[in-house]
């Protein structure tokens, strides 16, 4: 082991796990973003937290409705996911744009990703200031899913997306 | 995609990365419990989180002297890094039994796992409750490593743990 410069050390930490993140705007429109700094922080509440850059546009949308949903995209999505993580919402409608279709939520009113892997439903519940980011806890209130697309996306060192199930088979 | 309990779409979001946080007690004795709820959450400065259980004895080190080390198990450490993540500190020194060894940091008084992927020095500046966890937010104040072992652990969903390098490559 040597001392290592902090972006090489943050490099060597990936794969991370790639999630898109809805929200909706005060008129309902959706938006999504791409982030991979989320994981599950509580077993009981089952509590999720996410991690946004002060200047997105998905911060300002969180921050007015209290609402987001952690969609988990799956094998094939690699392209609407990409896209939606390297564009800004904030004109026209990004997921429309990326070629990805969404399905209404069960309890929050930002929609879920259609055949994403995993979807987390999530009202928040702490909003914490941490560098350049806000850290936003969300209590997940409702779960869907389909099983039958297990494999889901990482970002690599190199920013590109690999496709793993939960047994980390490619 | 159909409604999913939660537990099932949890389990639906592995792996996850795979880390020991090693903390010090009053007398500098060196601790390490394994964790998989822990991300960067800032670029600059250089944050990063990690969600500890409130009764874990690693969570009253940390909160005391303010300072951790997040390792990042390599390929071959897989039986200490599951021995560590599995047991308790409490009584005795649970590195020692596990077979890992440690290596002194360069700034923080907690040590690095020798022969890790990675090691990330943080230095507490945030600490918020979620749920049934403690969220420590950690300024990282130097990292060490080694290059050639790039291969490091991930938690699958039925708790096994799998190695992987930076490009997703198992």
Redesign the interface.
Same mark, same amino acid.
């Given at each position: 082991?040597?001392?290592?410069?902090?972006d090489?050390? $943050?490099?060597?930490? $990936? &794969?991370?796990?790639y999630v898109l993140i809805t929200s909706v705007d005060g008129e309902g429109r959706p938006n999504a973003m791409g982030a991979?700094?989320?994981?599950?922080?509580? +077993?009981?509440? +089952?509590?999720m937290?996410v991690?946004i850059g002060k200047d997105r546009y998905s911060r300002k949308l969180i921050g007015e409705t209290g609402e987001f949903v952690i969609c988990?995209p799956s094998a094939g999505q690699e392209k609407g996911a990409m896209y939606c993580g390297t564009r800004s919402g904030k004109k026209g409608d990004k997921i429309a744009r990326s070629g990805l279709e969404t399905?209404p939520s $069960?309890k929050v009113r930002p929609p $879920?990703i259609? *055949?994403?892997?995993?979807?987390?439903e999530c009202k928040v519940v702490?909003e914490?200031e941490?560098?350049? %980011?806000i850290?936003f806890?969300g209590e997940?209130v409702?779960?869907?899913? *389909? &099983?039958t697309r297990?494999k %889901?996306l +990482?970002a690599?060192?190199?920013y590109?997306l690999?496709a793993?199930d939960?047994?980390?088979g490619?």
């Open positions: 082991m040597k001392p290592l410069d902090p090489t050390g $943050a490099g060597m930490t $990936a &794969p991370l796990p991979a700094w989320v994981t599950r922080v509580s +077993f009981s509440p +089952f509590l937290m991690s988990y399905v $069960a $879920a259609k *055949d994403c892997t995993a979807a987390l702490g914490y941490a560098g350049d %980011h850290l806890v997940v409702a779960v869907q899913g *389909d &099983p297990p %889901h +990482f690599t060192a190199e590109k690999v793993m939960p047994e980390g490619a």
